[in-house]
């Protein structure tokens, strides 16, 4: 009989990462394929003590044809996907349950949790059908599409009985990823062709991993430069993938750097249309209208960030720091009441941010400040009818 559930991966000298992967997958698949892009430590060795089929791929400065032909070595009904520093997280022995009663679903997507990092879950379509019009595509940060076209929410269901874990963002590991893989890879791909705004951003935010804020500032304009012609007419770009993270990058640049407060509030105010429930986006409205004198605006941008942390309902198709929903709004919201002389909403602010992070230095030195000015004072009841949310 044809197996159930497949797994496959691409690896390239994951040896100390692999064993931890296929531990956690090897009790819950039918199959298990393992393609090797070229590795020169035990990759291939480790996998094949789990009893998984090698196969191997000429690397081409490709990811989505490697993805592509691991997908087409298996011969199960569904495919499991992960990359070898992730770990695959059980939570219900019965989830298998959900595949054999799928009959409109093409790909399932579990949370992705980034261990030892303070960001949100992403939500990333990891089982998927074993069918021909399933394809990767994208040389760097593959997306995968149905029939060359993205996938429909209604294609898309949640699978909350698994999760998995994330170890790649541990800072050692990715320094080294950075210079040694993905710079290079993406270097070279933006020399043979236009890069996507996708890796705009993501080439970008590696030059600022390793200390390259001048090629980080040369991408940024490029991809500024593209986006303005939706910024101005409103037209939402074709390319969404992480768009609300480059938009977020874009405006702070354009505020911190450039000073550029129109730039910044236009892409506040088109971001904020196109992704309306994207925290940083929110947050970083606050700061400019904060700049731009406008502090009693700011603040409602900054205590609805902290209503969506308490609320959990906020953007979910891709990660971002979780202290857009805590820390970060309660102290910006502490710093503009300071700047007001409204002294004890920027008290009961600073302490909220020190409930999210007792150890957040800017929110001790704002209270300090404070008190410096002459402590808290007392509020009346109507004032605190505007109370920042606990």
């Not at 996938?151 to 994330?166: C, M």
């Not at 450039?258 to 429930?277: H, K, N, V």
């Not at 605006?297 to 202290?323: N, V």
Request: hydrophobic share 40%.
């Amino acid at each position: 009989m044809r197996p159930l559930l497949s797994f496959c991966m691409i690896v390239k000298n994951e040896a100390e990462n692999l064993p931890r992967c296929l531990r956690s997958v090897r009790n819950h698949v039918d199959e298990l394929v393992v393609v090797d892009t070229g590795s020169e430590d035990e990759t291939v060795t480790i996998a094949q003590s789990f009893g998984a089929k090698i196969a191997h791929f000429t690397w081409c400065d490709d990811f989505a044809a490697a993805r592509n032909f691991a997908a087409s070595q298996v011969t199960g009904t569904w495919i499991l996907t992960l990359d070898a520093d992730e770990e695959l997280i059980v939570e219900s022995p019965n989830w298998r349950e959900a595949l054999q009663a799928s009959d409109d679903i093409l790909a399932y997507e579990i949370d992705r949790l980034d261990v030892g990092q303070p960001i949100t879950a992403l939500h990333l379509p990891r089982i998927q059908r074993n069918l021909s019009d399933l394809q990767y595509v994208g040389r760097y940060h593959e997306q995968l599409t149905y029939q060359q076209h993205s996938l429909k929410t209604t294609q898309l269901q949640p699978l909350s009985s698994l999760k998995i874990l994330h170890y790649g963002y541990e800072a050692a590991s990715l320094a080294a990823k950075n210079l040694h893989r993905d710079i290079p890879l993406l270097e070279r791909i933006r020399e043979q062709e236009p890069l996507s705004l996708l890796l705009l951003l993501t080439l970008a935010n590696n030059y600022l991993r390793t200390d390259q804020l001048e090629k980080a500032q040369v991408l940024w304009a490029e991809a500024l430069e593209r986006l303005s012609p939706h910024l101005l007419s409103g037209e939402l770009p074709s390319e969404t993938v992480r768009l609300p993270a480059l938009l977020f990058t874009l405006g702070l640049d354009l505020l911190s750097s450039q000073e550029d407060y129109e730039s910044a509030m236009l892409i506040c105010r088109q971001g904020l249309a196109w992704f309306p429930t994207y925290p940083p986006l929110h947050h970083l409205t606050g700061m400019v209208l904060r700049e731009v004198g406008l502090p009693l605006g700011a603040t409602a941008y900054f205590k609805q960030c902290l209503q969506m942390g308490e609320t959990g309902h906020y953007w979910r198709q891709e990660s971002f720091d979780r202290a857009f929903l805590d820390v970060f709004p309660a102290y910006e919201l502490g710093l503009t009441y300071l700047n007001l002389a409204r002294l004890p909403e920027a008290t009961e602010a600073f302490e909220l941010a020190l409930r999210f992070d007792p150890s957040y230095e800017p929110a001790q030195e704002g209270l300090e400040q404070v008190n410096q000015r002459g402590g808290a004072g007392k509020r009346s009841s109507t004032d605190r009818s505007n109370d920042v949310p606990n």
